[in-house]
């Protein structure tokens, strides 16, 4: 099937087939490979690791930060 068969048979689906086909289309080019995920991840906790080793940020155990954001949600 060629370009223009598919677009000719989704223009022939019903309205809220042919959004949920657009959705599908479109978050198909604005998300990232798993791969480029991984690594942007990755620099990330590099990032993280360094500031914690330099001092410049302070570790807040994970009990305190449930904590403050159930407040928050309240």
């Given at each position: 099937?060629?370009?223009?068969?598919?677009?000719?048979?989704?223009?022939?689906?019903?309205?809220?087939?042919?959004?949920?086909?657009?959705?599908?289309?479109?978050?198909?080019?604005?998300?990232?490979?798993?791969?480029e995920l991984r690594a942007?991840?990755?620099?990330?906790?590099?990032?993280?690791?360094?500031?914690?080793?330099?001092?410049?940020?302070?570790?807040?155990?994970?009990?305190?930060?449930l904590k403050k954001a159930?407040?928050?949600?309240?």
């Open positions: 099937m060629d370009l223009q068969q598919l677009e000719d048979e989704a223009l022939h689906l019903p309205k809220e087939e042919r959004a949920r086909l657009i959705q599908r289309l479109v978050l198909s080019l604005d998300s990232p490979s798993a791969d942007d991840w990755l620099v990330e906790a590099r990032r993280r690791a360094e500031e914690l080793d330099n001092g410049s940020v302070q570790a807040v155990p994970g009990e305190d930060v159930r407040e928050q949600l309240e």
